[in-house]
């Protein structure tokens, strides 16, 4: 009987020509995409995740492509984010997890202490190196992101430099040291867009393993201060009504469910 797997190769799903994003099963083509990639020295990773207790998750089966590696023929990618709309999914919970994890991988091969090969533990999610016993789990690298909104009701947005042009999204950052994270919320916004903001809620979290995070969205009220973009990260920001919006971060990302969210309680 064939199984289900998930081909990824970095933070893109891998499937065969004109194949819906999850409509595939493995069969045999473990064994001939390991034979057409041999060619190249670089051999895929094959493996098994186990599920976690207590959910619905069940094993997720894996092959995990170098991003060096030259696909078969015929063979294409689709970047994960495209398919986040289906964020409600088993499917998609597997796909972010598998990602995540088969990134993992490829960053864990050797021990951060003495630098010998690390073992992989059977029906774990770590590895463990076989000379001086460290242990090395996934790393989670936990960031906020914050919908800010005013006595008006608007919502503030900002373009990231990193942004194509025109896509505004919401104010987000990376928790620090010794921070919690209702301080990485305040601080993230002060340092971007110079403004001080009350009553920060936690509203909820999501995967986002490009490469390893988990973000935490919040929602906040504006304080005081003026809108002032730090121009190293935020080129622009601005306060938006939901009749002047500009194009917006896509369907089944936390920062577009928390700006639905809002959408939602302000047409009610």
């Known amino acids: ?44 990773d094959i493996f098994d995740i186990p599920e976690i207790q207590g959910s619905s998750q069940s094993k997720i089966n894996v092959v995990s492509v170098s991003p060096r590696a030259m696909l078969p023929e015929k063979w294409k990618t689709i970047h994960i984010r495209q398919l986040l709309a289906m964020n409600d999914s088993q499917d998609m919970s597997n796909i972010l997890r598998a990602c995540h994890i088969a990134q993992w991988r490829w960053d864990s091969r050797f021990c951060g202490t003495c630098g010998s090969t690390n073992i992989y533990v059977p029906k774990e999610v770590h ?9 090395e789990f996934p790393r989670i690298c936990p960031a906020v992101i914050v919908l800010i909104t005013d006595d008006d009701n608007r919502i503030l947005l900002a373009h990231n430099k990193r942004f194509k042009a025109g896509l505004y999204s919401l104010i987000s950052g990376f928790n620090e040291a010794g921070e919690n994270l209702e301080e990485t919320a305040a601080r993230e ?34 304080l005081s201060g003026t809108i002032k973009p730090d121009e190293k990260e935020i080129a622009d920001a601005a306060w938006f009504t939901p009749d002047n919006l500009p194009e917006l971060p896509s369907a089944g990302s936390l920062s577009r469910l928390l700006i639905d969210s809002w959408l939602s309680e302000t047409r009610a």
Do not use: H, T
């Open 189 to 222: 916004i002060r340092e971007e867009v110079n403004i001080e903001v009350s009553d920060i809620e936690y509203y909820k979290s999501q995967p986002w393993p490009f490469p390893n995070s988990l973000m935490i969205g919040y929602k906040a009220r504006y």
């Open 127 to 135: 590895r463990r190196c076989p000379k001086c016993g460290r242990l």
């Open 1 to 44: 009987m064939s199984k289900k797997v998930f081909f990824i190769q970095g933070d893109s799903l891998l499937l065969p020509e004109d194949s819906q994003p999850v409509d595939y099963s493995c069969s045999q083509f473990e064994k001939g995409f390991s034979i057409e990639l041999a060619g190249n020295f670089i051999e895929p």
